[in-house]
């Protein structure tokens, strides 16, 4: 076991901190107020080969391994989780999806400008009423000679009003439950497709979140995904890898509030004394790095056995789990540590708290981490 990383991984690490500081962190405390979205630091993302990390360069993408994504996902995390979350959905759950599944006609006319970062993807599988049960879609989609009529609504889809290219799961066979759903790769643009508006929400408040809606949306035959009845094996196997990306956003969250909370507790006086010298915060920062440290190796244990090319689902599952969890609680001690500075937007922390939260609640919630653990436990996925 070796665990160094190679000269290329450092250099993207370095190269993602850099771009975070000097791109992103700027404008991050005003887009957390505006919930403005970050156009330009998404347009710049693409340019320097973050949108498409992991594709192959024949497609458009940088062609790194998944232990450089993480490491990336992590520094822009650290400095803004909005954009961690739209930087983690292109690459996870559009662009590798499409690079594995995709057709070469889909390869060829989507991949390659979303891996360019030229175009931003959407993954559209929750539905109003198919949220962690994820089989029960309500949205169809019947073939129809070379098109498929596409209708129905799509909820909290993250890049919804300003993604190019939505992936839309959908029931093509009802009877056949979730053997009977399939991925469309549907265009912004094409008739009887709108979005609703954006999610006024507590936390990642600039990445962009809303309600899609189809109505009698004819979709090419040829948009099809791997295969038809296909689509919930696409979402599930694709989502393993997405739940990786969401645990290197949640390690980053908990990395800025240690961060935050040494600064902080070195700086402040407290009875004669900077507030670091008390045991009662040294035992806080102790306990808080030791959990940032057991979240990022098993994220990085995740991505080592994808890049190994062995099952990782139970491994994205409780790095995920464990990342979600400890992001929450690292930023609840940041801010107890802040006192009611803490409390207040003048200093980051409630921003990482109120970010954090939903690293618990997407790609899977904690609940739906620990079925797929245990379910791998007693082999029976
Ligand atoms: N990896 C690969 N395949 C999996 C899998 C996994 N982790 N979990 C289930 N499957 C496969 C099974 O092997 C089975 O395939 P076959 O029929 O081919 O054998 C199929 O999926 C159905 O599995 P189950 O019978 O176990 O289905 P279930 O209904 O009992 O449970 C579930 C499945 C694990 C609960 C699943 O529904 C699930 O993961 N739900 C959560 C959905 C989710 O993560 N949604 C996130 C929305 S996307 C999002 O948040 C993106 C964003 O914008 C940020």
Known sequence: MNFEF??????????????????????AVHRDKTAEFPHEIVKKM????????????????????????????????????????????????VCYGLEKYGSDHIKEKYLVPLAKGEKL????????????????????????????????????????????????????????????????????????FEHGIKEDKLGIRSSDTCSLTFQN?????????????????????????GRIGIASQAVGIAEASLEAAIKYSKERKAFGQTISNFQAIQFMLSDMAVRVDAAKLLTLKA?????????????AAMAKLYASKIAVQNALDAIQIHGGYGYVREYLVERYLRDAKITEIYEGTSEIQKVVIARALLDNK
Not at 10 to 27: G, H, R, T, V
Not at 136 to 165: H, P
Not at 303 to 315: L, Q, R, V
Request: proline share 4%; charged share 20%.
């Open 6 to 27: 190679t000269e290329d991984h450092l250099m993207i690490q370095e190269s993602a901190k850099d771009f975070a500081l000097n791109e992103i962190a700027p404008s």
């Open 46 to 93: 693409g340019e320097l080969g973050f949108m498409g990390m992991m594709v192959p360069p024949e497609f458009g993408g940088a062609g790194l391994d998944t232990i450089s994504y993480v490491l990336a996902m992590i520094e822009i995390s650290k400095v803004d989780a909005s954009v961690g979350v739209i930087m983690s959905v292109n690459n996870s759950l």
């Open 121 to 192: 993807g959407a993954f559209a599988l929750s539905e109003p009423e198919a949220g962690s049960d994820a089989t029960k879609q309500k949205t169809t989609a019947e073939r129809d000679g070379d098109y498929f009529v596409l209708n129905g609504i799509k909820n909290w889809i993250t890049n919804g009003t300003t993604a190019d290219y939505v992936l839309v799961m959908a029931a093509t066979n009802k009877e056949l439950a979730h053997k009977g759903i399939s991925t469309l790769v549907v265009e912004k643009g094409t008739p009887g």
């Open 217 to 241: 949306c004819k979709v090419p035959a040829e948009n099809i995904v791997w295969e038809e009845g296909k689509g919930f094996n696409f979402a599930m196997n694709t989502l393993n890898g």
């Open 303 to 315: 991505a080592a056995a994808k890049d190994a090319g062995k099952p990782y689902y139970k491994e």
